[in-house]
């Protein structure tokens, strides 16, 4: 089982819908996906999937719904609509690796995890059991600097990034054909030696759609092949200082 995590540093750039996107694609082509939403407090994959409700086994395992080839769990599952998931942080870190650990999946190739934005619990806790991240922006100055964070974080944690997936990165006028970009920010992160794997563009058919039927997915298998993988920094005064006080 092959655990990649769709992250993003910045809210509303579109992880759910590259989450999605990415395992109906991998579905497509013979694998068995998984499809784990943990963004446990605000959860948008079973708005995408199907809005199906959460079963358990006789063994306290949870049994994924099914759509479009793949399986996937979600909290919005088993949540009220319209109602607050007012967790304290344990609690929603534990939901989160619950979701993955008391799942029955069966045989599965790969595990896509839609994370939530910045780094909350469910991002500290999940994110260094990931094999690879893949992570979303939009070309804009605000979310680039927090996909830096994101790849600082990745550097922290040893883990491989597959690359970047620039999302709205521009809109095709229909009547014309012409491109326009709705950003004027260059979003290529070279200087990390990380590919920008794919501009997905502000469609409204992939807004009607809530996913991206042709997702890019010959160019993100052949980025797999070849993750970047940052060394680890050494630790600087200031960050040994936080370390030592948050222990106290």
């Known amino acids: 089982m092959i655990k990649i995590g769709i992250v993003s540093g910045k809210g509303g750039v579109g992880k759910s819908t590259i989450a999605s996107s990415l395992s109906i694609a991998l579905a497509s082509r013979?694998?068995?996906?998984?499809?784990?939403?943990?963004?446990?407090?605000?959860?948008?994959?079973?708005?995408?999937m199907g809005d199906s409700e959460l079963d358990i086994s006789i063994n306290d395992k949870?049994?994924?719904?099914?759509?479009?080839?793949?399986?996937?769990?979600?909290?919005?599952?088993?949540?009220s609509e319209g109602l607050p998931i007012l967790w304290n942080h344990k609690d929603v870190a534990s939901a989160a690796r619950q979701l993955m650990e008391r799942t029955e999946w069966g045989d599965i190739d790969f595990l896509i995890f839609d994370f939530p934005p910045g780094f909350g619990p469910e991002t500290v806790e999940?994110?260094?059991l990931m094999d690879y991240i893949l992570i979303v922006t939009a070309p804009s100055t605000l979310s680039r600097s927090k996909v830096e964070r994101m790849i600082e974080a990745a550097r922290e944690y040893e883990v491989p990034i597959v690359g970047v997936i620039v999302n709205m990165s521009y809109f095709k006028c229909p009547s014309c054909g012409a491109l326009h970009r709705i950003f004027s920010e260059n979003h290529d992160f070279k200087n990390y030696g990380i590919p920008v794997i794919a501009e997905i563009p502000l469609n409204p058919e992939i807004a009607k759609d809530k996913i991206i039927r042709d997702f890019p997915i010959d160019s993100f298998l052949e980025a797999l092949m070849n993750p970047v993988i940052l060394?680890?920094?050494?630790?600087?005064?200031?960050?040994?200082?936080?370390?030592?006080?948050?222990?106290?």
């Not at 784990?36 to 995408?48: L, R």
């Open 126 to 128: 999940m994110l260094p």
């Open 231 to 248: 060394k680890k920094k050494p630790k600087s005064f200031k960050r040994r200082l936080i370390e030592i006080l948050l222990k106290r």
């Open 30 to 48: 013979g694998f068995n996906v998984g499809l784990v939403d943990i963004d446990v407090t605000g959860p948008n994959i079973h708005d995408i």
């Open 62 to 79: 949870f049994i994924p719904s099914e759509s479009m080839g793949v399986k996937y769990v979600s909290v919005g599952e088993i949540a």
